[in-house]
């Protein structure tokens, strides 16, 4: 779905996957999915299949659905024709299909105002990580919404080296959206390929909550060489140190004025009271 696109960085997501991420997003009526790397249409099929036959929606229902709650982009000409031949197999002719890289349309998908947002990203695009796919996929939902995506255990790494932006997008996406599951897929799922594959589930828009689990992930980790905290305290961070600390926020007015923090430490109180406030 990108002009970069490579052949071989093609993987078709089983359709037992596509399944698992609508049984994930709880797809309901009131879900708005989007997927901008539609591929032959996977994700959004299966999504309208779990509104098709479901018992217990009216044929009013179900066709209002299927007009107005169903977006994709895909930018591979071959991979667009039987997306939307995929489409019309499964009983939706009018689904909003764009033949285009989806960044070049990053701003008019947020327009749709979707909900749900699915992806299994390119694993071998010259011009963008997988992880920005992501980013992309996730900021063009609204806030409060659930995305799902699959992508290789590599992108998501130390161990890519093909593209040199990959942790700063890592850490603009913890920044702006909230990690809330991940799950490591067998070895052959894509057989014959052997990717490695995980699948992640973010809540959009969290920024607050998602900071302070992003600086909990890397004081543990500094604290294997640094005594940051004690050792017994690191299984009950979050009451011994994180709200320890928070409960100082409603004391402080950042408004009016400015606050050091002398001898911090680890970051305690101060960053945490800076990540609250911001």
């Known amino acids: 779905s990108t002009k970069g ?93 764009y033949f285009d890289d989806c960044f070049n349309l990053s701003e008019q998908i947020k327009k749709t105002e979707c909900n749900v947002g699915f992806i299994n990203p390119p694993y071998s695009d010259e011009l963008y990580s997988e992880i920005s796919f992501i980013e992309l996929m996730l900021d063009s939902l609204l806030p409060n919404s659930i995305g799902v995506a699959i992508t290789s255990v590599n992108s998501v790494s130390n161990r890519t080296k093909k593209h040199n932006d990959v942790l700063d997008t890592k850490r603009r996406v913890l920044q702006k959206h909230s990690l809330i599951a991940s799950i490591q897929m067998p070895n052959n799922l894509f057989y014959p390929k052997g990717t490695e594959t995980v699948i992640l589930v973010f809540r959009t828009g969290e920024k607050n909550i998602t900071d302070i689990k992003f600086f909990i992930i890397e004081l543990l980790k500094a604290n294997k060489k640094h005594n940051f905290i004690s050792k017994s305290t690191e299984n009950v961070i979050w009451h011994r140190h994180i709200l320890d600390s928070a409960q100082l926020v409603k004391f402080i007015d950042f408004s009016k004025s400015s606050l050091s923090d002398l001898g911090s430490g680890g970051g305690f109180p101060g960053l945490i009271l800076a990540l609250f406030n911001k």
Not at 21 to 36: G, Q, V, Y
Not at 63 to 85: K, P, Q, S, V
């Open 5 to 97: 696109g490579s052949d071989l960085g093609i993987v078709l997501t089983p359709q037992h996957i596509t399944s698992l991420f609508c049984d994930i997003a709880e797809i309901n009526l009131n879900s708005k999915i989007l997927d901008t790397c539609a591929g032959t249409g996977g994700f959004l099929a299966a999504a309208w299949r779990s509104i098709l036959y479901h018992s217990s929606y009216t044929n009013k229902q179900k066709d209002d659905f299927r007009r107005n709650n169903l977006y994709g982009i895909e930018n591979n000409r071959r991979m667009y024709t039987i997306l939307a031949l995929n489409m019309f197999l499964n009983k939706d002719g009018k689904t909003h299909l």
